[in-house]
């Protein structure tokens, strides 16, 4: 309806066009409306309009001013300019904006009628082609593939959401194209407001954007490959930094442990039932009366003596820390005290404080948007972060309770006082998607700026375009439901395309309770995405891996300890990931392009890093048999590192997750430890599969430093007529390794192999020739002789 009403308000309509030259772009003038169009790269292109030919303040929460201002060499053309890799055509009777790349490809096109307005809202209307996919804007519910889907972006607290539920928690108004005529490029949309997009849903052929009022700002992100736009994404937007190594571990969650004696029973019936287990997550209830910055004294009677306990038996403590001050004037309430006194709290358009309830009754919320209400947000940590590892901001959309809108009323002010806005102040309806993100930003640089060497740990569950640069996440309040779990892999794939590559969904689901059977299928799966973390509601079952019968804590000991055994091929994934921007869960077509069109289900089909494949049951709940399609012959069984064929048949046993290796892979593994902080006891592992491109990458250091020294490490392998070479680069970094030996084993290998003085070692059922080497920290060469 609206957007026949939009139509009848066309602006564009007044002839004439002048191309003004502008420094790494072009300006083009239509009337009064100016489209101004910015290279900040060869494939980044900026893309502004004016209206009434007066552009808003040059200001940004998801890119930093120094990315903003970059430019790339331009060259003008008659309708447009050109960069290295991309022609602008800007059509001079309707300003449609055509981009290309050299070949001439359209990578992305207006459509007809490109710019309608409404007052302050806008639709930015683009071409769909056939045969274009859709994806990334976080952790939307629905398909994975968005196309032929509408959704909007406003953070919402979203209790027991659906797999049709919109909006619910984030907003990172970005979308990335797959499959276009130009290859894949990315759609980034620069709007705070309650935005929108239509991957012709409501228009056949039309993908159109839009928002209430803001910005008409946007970036077109240029690939080819979808890697390359996720990386130029994460440019604009920043790198998801390397965790601290423990947040790879298992994490155990449960709303909520709730005393001292409870935690520690927790982490010894790990123990027990030996569980790796590196972190117990504290939800409200240590608080005292849900008021965050308190500890509620009677059941946490020693928080530092209970962490440092923990601590020395591998284990950590990340605590709930949400961002509702309980409205407690005159009680000896420090963060309400201070804040109020430091004038931090947000306020009603008269003046007045906002009061509204949420976890601890009456709460003020803290004006993120000043960076001196950052500062003070980020001084509360003092203390608590001796103890606690790391912290979990919730709540932070923000919910409110007891109001329809499930926020907080869209004329509350903000001033805004922070990088290179001006200040002024700023209603919620413009800052509500990114109240959350610099929540998560205060806490980060409040820990950074506590412990300057240390890597912060925040998880965050609301977030903006940005937000991977100083809070990991999770998919919120889902549910115990096979639905969910098919649900959680599409939202965790779509997050770590958005730039948030470390993501995990509650393992089991949280509102519900699962079954065993539905936890240990999710323990398995959740044992390879980015963050693993069971939690479960208030009242919900044990989800921790011991509750249930022997047979399923067996299975599940299983898959959690397959992660720990993973740990430094996970880690070298991360630290790839902090440097590149690559989501650390993929969707298999990320690295293999011809997957966006399987021969089969891949639903429930991902990687991890680029070299591992899970083949997940799309439909467990059937007991059917699936199909499992690789992206090409020669890959390897992980569990018994036998070569399978490149379609089969897979049965979803409970037992039994299907992952592949590719071919080419050396895979660095570790014996198991009972956790992160545990040194493992003998050699590192190499696990050669040969084939094509093989290689393998070493990152280690002290898993928690931010300065401190490392390690770096390229192995190769070709396969020659005698046999295989290994070739070890030289090692880069002083870091000093916990192994001192490394154990070989190379898989699929038949007859005889033999290496100049060392023993080998072959087992025929498995083929694999196994030998083991000391360190190799110089750049050495390993002939093996068949
Ligand atoms: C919210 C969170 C959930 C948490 C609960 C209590 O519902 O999403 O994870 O357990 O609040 O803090």
Same mark, same amino acid.
């Given at each position: 309806?609206?957007?026949?009403? %939009?139509?009848?308000?066309?602006?564009?309509?007044?002839?004439?066009?002048?191309?003004?030259?502008?420094?790494?772009?072009?300006?083009?003038?239509?009337? =009064?409306?100016?489209?101004?169009?910015?290279?900040?790269?060869?494939?980044?292109?900026?893309?502004?309009?004016?209206?009434?030919?007066?552009?808003? !303040?040059?200001?940004?929460?998801?890119?930093?001013?120094?990315?903003?201002?970059?430019?790339?060499?331009?060259?003008?053309?008659?309708?447009?300019? !050109?960069?290295?890799?991309?022609?602008?055509?800007?059509?001079?009777?309707?300003?449609?904006? +055509?981009?290309?790349?050299?070949?001439?490809?359209?990578?992305?096109?207006?459509?007809?009628?490109?710019?309608?307005?409404?007052?302050?809202?806008?639709? *930015?209307?683009?071409?769909?082609?056939?045969?274009?996919?859709?994806?990334?804007?976080? /952790?939307?519910?629905?398909?994975?593939?968005?196309?032929?889907?509408?959704?909007?972006?406003?953070?919402?607290?979203?209790?027991?959401?659906?797999?049709?539920?919109?909006?619910?928690?984030?907003?990172?108004?970005?979308?990335?194209?797959?499959?276009?005529?130009?290859?894949?490029?990315?759609?980034?949309?620069? @709007?705070?407001?309650?935005?929108?997009?239509?991957?012709?849903?409501?228009? !056949?052929?039309?993908?159109?954007?839009?928002?209430?009022?803001?910005?008409?700002?946007?970036?077109?992100?240029?690939?080819?490959?979808?890697?390359?736009?996720?990386?130029?994404?994460?440019?604009?937007?920043?790198?998801?930094?390397?965790?601290?190594?423990?947040? *790879?571990?298992?994490?155990?969650?449960?709303?909520?442990?709730?005393?001292?004696?409870?935690?520690?029973?927790?982490?010894?019936?790990?123990?027990?039932?030996?569980?790796?287990?590196?972190?117990?997550?504290?939800?409200?209830?240590?608080?005292?009366?849900?008021?965050?910055?308190?500890?509620?004294?009677? %059941?946490?009677?020693?928080?530092?003596?209970?962490?440092?306990?923990?601590?020395?038996?591998?284990?950590?403590?990340?605590?709930?820390?949400?961002?509702?001050?309980?409205?407690?004037?005159?009680?000896?309430?420090?963060?309400?005290?201070?804040?109020?006194? $430091?004038?931090?709290?947000?306020?009603?358009?008269?003046?007045?404080?906002?009061?509204?309830?949420?976890?601890?009754?009456?709460?003020?919320?803290?004006?993120?948007?000043?960076?001196?209400?950052?500062?003070?947000?980020?001084?509360?940590?003092?203390?608590? =972060?001796?103890?606690?590892?790391?912290?979990?901001?919730?709540?932070?959309?923000?919910?409110?309770? !007891?109001?329809?809108?499930?926020?907080?009323?869209?004329?509350?002010?903000?001033?805004?006082?922070?990088?290179?806005?001006?200040?002024?102040? %700023?209603?919620?309806?413009?800052?509500?998607?990114?109240?959350?993100?610099?929540?998560?930003?205060?806490?980060?640089?409040?820990?950074?700026?506590?412990?300057?060497?240390?890597?912060?740990?925040?998880?965050?569950?609301?977030?903006?375009?940005?937000?991977?640069?100083?809070?990991?996440?999770?998919?919120?309040? @889902?549910?115990?439901?096979?639905?969910?779990?098919?649900?959680?892999?599409?939202?965790?794939?779509?997050?770590?395309?958005?730039?948030?590559?470390?993501?995990?969904?509650?393992?089991? $689901?949280?509102?519900?309770?699962?079954?065993?059977? *539905?936890?240990?299928?999710?323990?398995?799966?959740? #044992?390879?995405?980015?963050?693993?973390?069971?939690?479960?509601?208030?009242?919900?079952?044990?989800?921790?891996?011991?509750?249930?019968?022997?047979?399923?804590?067996?299975?599940?000991?299983?898959?959690?300890?397959?992660?720990?055994?993973?740990?430094?091929?996970?880690?070298?994934? %991360?630290?790839?990931?902090?440097?590149?921007? &690559?989501?650390?869960?993929?969707?298999?077509?990320?690295?293999?392009?011809?997957?966006?069109?399987?021969?089969?289900?891949?639903?429930?089909?991902?990687?991890?890093?680029?070299?591992?494949?899970?083949? #997940?049951?799309?439909?467990?709940?059937?007991?059917?048999?699936?199909?499992?399609?690789?992206?090409?012959?020669?890959?390897?069984?992980?569990?018994?590192?036998?070569?399978?064929?490149?379609?089969?048949?897979?049965?979803?046993? *409970?037992?039994?997750?299907?992952?592949?290796?590719?071919?080419?892979?050396?895979?660095?593994?570790?014996?198991?430890?009972?956790?992160?902080?545990?040194?493992?006891?003998?050699?590192?592992?190499?696990?050669?599969?040969?084939?094509?491109?093989?290689?393998?990458?070493?990152?280690?250091? &002290?898993? =928690?430093?931010?300065?401190?020294?490392?390690?770096?490490?390229?192995?190769?392998? +070709?396969?020659?007529?005698?046999?295989? +070479?290994?070739?070890? $680069?030289?090692?880069?970094?002083?870091?000093?390794?916990?192994?001192?030996?490394?154990?070989?084993?190379?898989?699929?290998? &038949?007859? /005889?192999?033999?290496?100049?003085?060392?023993?080998?070692?072959?087992?025929?059922?498995?083929?694999?020739?196994?030998?083991?080497?000391?360190?190799?920290? $110089?750049?050495?060469?390993?002939?093996?002789?068949?």
């Amino acid at each position: 309806m609206r957007m026949l009403v %939009a139509l009848c308000l066309l602006l564009w309509t007044l002839p004439a066009v002048a191309q003004t030259p502008a420094s790494g772009g072009g300006e083009f003038v239509r009337g =009064a409306a100016v489209l101004r169009i910015t290279a900040l790269t060869p494939e980044i292109l900026r893309v502004q309009i004016a209206p009434q030919g007066r552009f808003p !303040e040059d200001a940004s929460w998801a890119i930093p001013a120094s990315v903003r201002s970059r430019r790339a060499t331009v060259t003008p053309r008659t309708d447009g300019f !050109e960069t290295a890799a991309l022609v602008v055509h800007v059509d001079p009777a309707t300003l449609r904006l +055509t981009v290309t790349d050299r070949a001439g490809k359209t990578i992305a096109a207006d459509a007809a009628d490109p710019l309608r307005l409404e007052g302050d809202a806008f639709t *930015l209307r683009k071409a769909l082609p056939l045969g274009e996919h859709y994806f990334a804007l976080g /952790d939307k519910t629905g398909p994975f593939d968005r196309r032929g889907a509408s959704y909007v972006n406003w953070n919402t607290d979203a209790f027991g959401y659906e797999g049709t539920t919109d909006p619910i928690y984030k907003s990172i108004p970005f979308a990335l194209s797959v499959g276009g005529a130009g290859g894949a490029y990315g759609l980034f949309l620069d @709007n705070t407001r309650r935005s929108w997009f239509d991957f012709g849903h409501r228009e !056949e052929g039309v993908l159109a954007i839009g928002a209430p009022a803001g910005p008409i700002d946007y970036y077109l992100i240029a690939g080819p490959t979808p890697a390359e736009v996720v990386r130029r994404y994460t440019d604009l937007t920043g790198k998801a930094p390397l965790p601290p190594r423990w947040a *790879l571990g298992y994490q155990q969650s449960r709303y909520s442990y709730m005393s001292d004696a409870e935690v520690r029973d927790i982490a010894g019936k790990a123990r027990e039932s030996g569980i790796p287990l590196d972190v117990i997550w504290l939800d409200i209830d240590f608080q005292d009366r849900n008021r965050p910055f308190t500890t509620n004294a009677a %059941a946490y009677p020693d928080l530092k003596r209970l962490a440092a306990d923990l601590r020395s038996t591998g284990i950590r403590l990340v605590a709930i820390t949400d961002l509702h001050i309980a409205a407690a004037p005159d009680q000896g309430y420090a963060p309400y005290d201070s804040g109020k006194a $430091g004038g931090h709290f947000l306020t009603n358009p008269d003046g007045s404080l906002y009061v509204a309830p949420v976890w601890p009754g009456p709460a003020v919320f803290p004006d993120f948007t000043r960076a001196a209400t950052r500062a003070w947000w980020g001084g509360l940590y003092k203390g608590l =972060a001796d103890g606690i590892a790391g912290f979990w901001n919730d709540m932070n959309e923000p919910a409110i309770f !007891e109001t329809p809108s499930k926020t907080m009323p869209l004329d509350i002010v903000h001033r805004i006082d922070s990088d290179d806005f001006a200040p002024r102040s %700023a209603s919620h309806a413009e800052i509500h998607n990114v109240y959350g993100m610099e929540n998560a930003r205060a806490t980060h640089d409040g820990l950074l700026k506590l412990q300057p060497d240390a890597r912060p740990f925040v998880m965050t569950r609301a977030a903006y375009a940005g937000a991977q640069r100083y809070a990991v996440t999770w998919t919120g309040d @889902n549910s115990s439901s096979p639905e969910h779990l098919r649900l959680s892999v599409q939202q965790l794939l779509n997050l770590g395309l958005s730039g948030m590559a470390w993501s995990g969904a509650d393992v089991g $689901g949280f509102v519900g309770g699962a079954s065993p059977e *539905l936890l240990t299928r999710w323990v398995a799966i959740g #044992a390879f995405t980015p963050i693993f973390r069971v939690h479960v509601t208030k009242d919900g079952p044990r989800t921790e891996p011991w509750a249930d019968s022997p047979e399923h804590l067996a299975i599940r000991r299983k898959f959690i300890e397959a992660r720990y055994r993973l740990l430094p091929y996970l880690y070298a994934v %991360a630290e790839e990931t902090a440097r590149a921007g &690559d989501p650390v869960m993929r969707p298999v077509w990320y690295d293999y392009p011809s997957q966006l069109a399987p021969a089969c289900d891949q639903s429930m089909s991902f990687t991890l890093g680029r070299d591992l494949l899970v083949a #997940a049951p799309p439909r467990y709940e059937t007991g059917r048999a699936y199909d499992v399609c690789l992206p090409s012959a020669g890959w390897y069984d992980y569990w018994s590192g036998l070569p399978v064929a490149e379609k089969h048949k897979e049965m979803p046993a *409970l037992d039994r997750l299907p992952v592949y290796v590719r071919p080419g892979t050396i895979l660095p593994r570790q014996p198991l430890a009972r956790s992160t902080a545990e040194v493992p006891q003998g050699p590192l592992e190499l696990h050669v599969y040969p084939g094509p491109d093989c290689h393998g990458a070493l990152y280690w250091d &002290d898993g =928690a430093s931010l300065h401190g020294a490392t390690l770096r490490q390229e192995i190769t392998c +070709t396969v020659t007529p005698q046999g295989l +070479t290994l070739d070890f $680069g030289k090692r880069a970094g002083a870091y000093r390794p916990w192994w001192k030996e490394i154990a070989v084993t190379i898989h699929g290998w &038949d007859g /005889d192999g033999r290496v100049k003085g060392i023993r080998t070692t072959r087992d025929v059922s498995a083929r694999t020739l196994s030998f083991t080497l000391k360190d190799q920290p $110089g750049a050495k060469r390993i002939e093996i002789v068949r």
